[in-house]
């Protein structure tokens, strides 16, 4: 069973401050490796996508980092904003005729003055 | 990249009575898909809907409870039938603009049975 497991489940940081996110899976092989950003509220939005072969992926303030050896991702946030409170969902995509996707169950990070 | 919009963003529905959700794309896509998000939960996909063709339902999914229409390349609707309280959740629906590109979700239906 394809499995996407994510952590720490919760974050509370102060804003300014810089925070990581992150993604352990099973799913191999894998095409690509994605992390969404999901306001309360709203649909998933796209932050970067990465082949097996990418290493890093940067979108302004966040940047992920992928190692395919140890099936592990990251999702780093620079200086942290309010807006910024939200939760990061780490997708897997496993290759097939459908693409089909493995969703973690999401980072809930809450970004306070 | 692809705007979807969803109708309606939110309802409160009896239970035992039926809800159905259009979602409406910008551009015209093959693939589209039906995702569940419950409290707290991953999304989880209901079918894969294909103008055309008849959607495509996931394990634990079936037609007679989420029926879905896909009458053009453009727009689908995604029916919960006979509802009760386990039903409510986020139904979002999805795009994909071609083959490897990151799938576009649209804002979420907000369900609530009671």
């Known amino acids: 069973k394809n499995q996407v497991e994510q952590s720490p489940q919760s974050l509370i940081i102060l804003e300014g401050k810089n925070c990581t996110l992150q993604?352990?899976?099973?799913?191999?092989?894998?095409?690509?490796l994605r992390w969404y950003k999901q306001d309360t509220g709203r649909g998933p939005v796209s932050l970067t996508i990465?082949?097996?072969?990418?290493n890093t992926k940067s979108n302004g303030r966040y940047t992920a980092t992928l190692d395919a050896d140890t099936k592990q991702s990251s999702l780093h946030i620079t200086a942290s904003q309010l807006s910024d409170s939200a939760s990061y969902i780490c997708?897997?995509?496993?290759?097939?005729?459908?693409?089909?996707?493995?969703f973690g169950k999401g980072n809930q990070v809450v970004v306070i003055p | 990249s692809a705007v979807i919009s969803q109708k309606p963003s939110r309802d409160i529905c009896q239970r035992g009575t039926s809800l159905t959700i259009q979602c409406q794309v910008d551009?015209?896509?093959?693939?589209m898909f039906w995702y569940r998000q419950q409290p707290g939960q991953s999304l989880t996909l209901i079918a894969t809907?294909?103008?055309?063709?008849?959607?495509?339902?996931e394990s634990g999914f079936v037609i007679d409870k989420f029926p879905i229409s896909r009458p053009n390349l453009t727009f689908s609707t995604l029916t919960v039938s006979n509802m009760s309280p386990e039903d409510s959740s986020i139904y979002l629906c999805s795009v994909e603009l071609g083959a490897g590109d990151t799938q576009y979700f649209g804002p979420g239906t907000r369900l609530t049975v009671l």
């Open positions: 990465m082949t097996f072969s990418e």
């Open positions: 551009s015209q896509v093959t693939m």
């Open positions: 997708v897997v995509t496993v290759p097939g005729g459908n693409n089909r996707l493995a």
């Open positions: 993604c352990n899976y099973t799913v191999s092989p894998f095409s690509n």
């Open positions: 809907a294909n103008q055309g063709s008849e959607a495509t339902y």
